[in-house]
T-cell receptor, first 114, second 113 residues
Framework: DTEVTQTPKHLVMGMTNKKSLKCEQH?????MYWYKQKAKKPPELMFV???????INESVPSRFSPECPNSSLLNLHLHALQPEDSALYLC?????????????FGPGTRLTVL | DQQVKQNSPSLSVQEGRISILNCDYT??????FLWYKKYPAEGPTFLIS?????DKNEDGRFTVFLNKSAKHLSLHIVPSQPGDSAVYFC????????????FGAGTQVVVTP
């Protein structure tokens, strides 16, 4: 299984809502990532988890809260988002300690904040 | 501060011909480079990579060339096929910044019959 899955595919939420994005991989990868991608822009790294511990937070606002319940799952909890947070949210995974940084990406969740 | 640059937002090429995509970088600490392909409504898919100790890596129809002195890399696709129509992202990483991939803005490739 070389797939990273993400749910939901699409999400529309109001600024007062609380929602969660989910990501799952069964490749035995020990590093997982959240990226944000705006239209016609490259993916921007948000968070990196390594062995279920948060290792990188790219100064992301606290209204985004990541969680890694186990080595296969990665969540992104959303609360009090702003319309400018509307974007494609991509999850990725890779082998910890590999000599390259080949990351496998999921299809993304298209988020719209009203 | 864009450390990885793809200056051509789009490229149109005829089926069967060669596609050449270019990428420039500014950070001399980058030592690993990757190309990803992205179809609409899908996540990026890894294509090919190259370490800074090499200047060429080939995988089937895809070849990546690295010119460290010029801080430039290119992806050659030959022959181009209609299924190659997608957005191609160049990405770079540094050994001392494990986990951080810096992406270029992408190049939209259209392969015409």
């Amino acid at each position: 299984d070389t797939e990273v899955t993400q749910t939901p595919k699409h999400l529309v939420m109001g600024m007062t809502n609380k929602k969660s994005l989910k990501c799952e991989q069964h490749m035995g990868h020990r590093a997982m990532y959240w990226y944000k991608q705006k239209a016609k822009k490259p993916p921007e790294l948000m968070f990196v988890y390594s062995y279920e511990k948060l290792s990188i937070n790219e100064s992301v606002p606290s209204r985004f809260s990541p969680e890694c319940p186990n080595s296969s799952l990665l969540n992104l909890h959303l609360h009090a988002l702003q319309p400018e947070d509307s974007a494609l949210y991509l999850c990725a995974s890779s082998q910890e300690g590999s000599s390259n940084n080949e990351q496998f990406f999921g299809p993304g969740t298209r988020l719209t904040v009203l | 501060d864009q450390q990885v640059k793809q200056n051509s937002p789009s490229l149109s090429v005829q089926e069967g011909r060669i596609s050449i995509l270019n990428c420039d970088y500014t950070n001399s600490m980058f030592d690993y480079f990757l190309w990803y392909k992205k179809y609409p409504a899908e996540g990026p898919t890894f294509l090919i990579s190259i370490s800074s100790i090499k200047d060429k890596n080939e995988d089937g129809r895809f070849t990546v060339f690295l010119n460290k002195s010029a801080k430039h890399l290119s992806l050659h696709i030959v022959p181009s096929q209609p299924g190659d129509s997608a957005v191609y992202f160049c990405a770079a990483s540094a050994s001392d910044s494990w986990g951080k991939l810096q992406f270029g803005a992408g190049t939209q490739v259209v392969v015409t019959p």
